[in-house]
Nanobody, 124 residues
Framework: QVQLVESGGGLVQAGGSLRLSCAAS????????MGWFRQAPGKEREFVAA????????FYADSVKGRFTISRGNAKIAMFLQMNGLKPEDTAIYYC?????????????????WGQGTQVTVSS
């Protein structure tokens, strides 16, 4: 069974940092592009960041540029999201996702595999 499992969420004060991990099982995602999305209460799921299969290309939502860094890991921990300078508006459930190489890494519907999400709460 193919699974993506997020971890590393939690409660942090504004200005703090968290590092999210996305563990993979059931298959390797080394040839897949991967991304992070988030969904705040009452809002639609939105793109946060994505990384190409090689790790050579990264993409960020304007709202997180300069604060978040996406990186690839290894076969077991496929991807990380380092989040610095967190703001209350970053509060959301964060999801990792994977897709075969795509020219639309910021598009939610491109992604075939999804994790269950991890809660990030930033207090003011």
């Amino acid at each position: 069974q193919v699974q993506l499992v997020e971890s590393g969420g939690g409660l942090v004060q504004a200005g703090g940092s968290l590092r999210l991990s996305c563990a993979a099982s059931g298959r390797t995602f080394s040839s897949y592009a991967m991304g992070w999305f988030r969904q705040a209460p009452g809002k639609e799921r939105e793109f946060v960041a994505a990384i190409s299969w090689s790790g050579g290309s990264t993409f960020y939502a304007d709202s997180v540029k300069g604060r978040f860094t996406i990186s690839r890991g290894n076969a077991k921990i496929a991807m990380f999201l380092q989040m610095n300078g967190l703001k209350p508006e970053d509060t959301a459930i964060y999801y990792c996702a994977a897709t075969p190489p795509t020219v639309r890494p910021g598009t939610l519907t491109e992604y075939d595999y999804w994790g269950q999400g991890t809660q990030v709460t930033v207090s003011s």
